[in-house]
C-alpha cells in the first residue's frame, strides 16, 4: 500500500485503526513544517529535534480528538508553537541556556564583522535576527515569513485575532527593521 | 540574500498580496533550509513504539513519585513556617503549643470531651 498518495484525512483515519506507517507518513510530510516552526521560533539547537519529537508524540496522542475542523498541518503547526513557546518559558526561567537578546544581538554583529554577505548564511542570520525578537512576535514573523500563512491563517494557529496579528507584525518589523539597518 | 533582499522580506510581512517571482524564490530559498537531522521519522516512530502501555505505566509511578516528593517537601517547609510562626507568637516551643493546646486546662479539656459542661 502506498501512503504518499492518500490524504491527511485518510492518513489520520488509518493512524487512528492502529496503522503506524499512516502515521509515519504524516510525520514525513510535516517534518520540515514543524522543523521551520520550531527552529524558527528556538533557534537551531539540540532542543529543537527533542520538540520536533514531542510534536508529533502529542499529535500522536491527540490524533482522537482532531476533528477535522482546522486542517492538519493548522492543528501540527499549533502544537509546534504550543510546545515552542512552552519550551522558551521553561528555558529562560531556569537558566540562560537560551540566546536571549542580548547574546543575539552580540553573535549577529560577530557574523557580520566579515563584511562578505554572500558568503554568509541567509538562514542563520534570518535565525539570529528572529532570536532577538520577544517570542510573540517571533511566532507571528514565523509563521508569516517561514510558513508563509497569511494573517488569517496565523491567526488561527496561535489562536488570537487578526488585529493582535498585525499590531504584532508591524511591532516586529520595526525591530527587524532597526536589527538588520545595524547589519554591516 | 544580501542585506537589502532580507529587508524586502521583513517588508512583506504585514502584507497578504502574493510576492513577486524574485521574493517568492528567497521565500523558498529560506523555507527549504530548515530541516531535522538525516532519520527524524524513524526516531519518532521508535519513541512511539517505546510508549507500551507498560512503559506507560512505569512512566506513570515515576511522575507520581516526582509529584509525592513535591508535596512532601512542601508540607515540610509549611510545618517549618508554622512552627516558627507559634515559636515568634508564643514565646516557646511545646508540642502542645504546636498543636494549639497551649493554654487549655485539663479539665476544661475532659468536659469537653465527655460533654459535661
Known sequence: MTYNGLTDEQLVSL????????????????????ARTVKGMLGDNVYAEDIGQD??????HSLSEFRGEAKLPTYINRIAVNLTLNEIKR???SSGVFVNEDQGRETLYDMTDENDHDRRDTKEIIGRALAMLEPRFRAVVVMRMLEGYSTRETA?????????????????QEQLRTIIKEYR | ????????LVELLGDDSVPG???????????????????????????????????????????????????AVTGAAAIVLLAVSVFLSGGNFSFETLLGLGDTAEEGMISLLTGNY
Open chain 1, 156 to 172: 488561527e494557529v496561535l489562536g488570537i485575532p487578526v488585529g493582535t496579528v498585525l499590531s504584532r507584525l508591524s511591532r516586529a
Open chain 1, 15 to 34: 493512524a487512528l485503526n492502529g496503522d503506524r506507517q499512516s502515521f509515519s507518513e504524516i510525520v514525513e510530510r510535516y517534518r520540515k513544517m514543524v
Open chain 2, 21 to 71: 517571482p524574485e521574493e517568492k524564490a528567497h521565500v523558498e530559498e529560506i523555507r527549504g533550509s530548515y530541516d531535522f537531522e538525516a532519520g527524524f521519522t524513524g526516531r519518532v516512530m521508535q519513541r512511539l513504539e517505546g510508549m507500551q502501555p507498560g512503559r506507560l505505566y512505569e512512566g506513570l509511578i515515576l511522575s507520581m513519585n516526582s509529584l509525592f516528593l513535591r508535596i
Open chain 1, 91 to 93: 528555558r529562560k526561567r
Open chain 1, 55 to 60: 510534536v508529533f508524540v502529542r499529535l500522536y
Open chain 2, 1 to 8: 540574500m544580501n542585506k537589502e533582499q532580507i529587508m524586502r
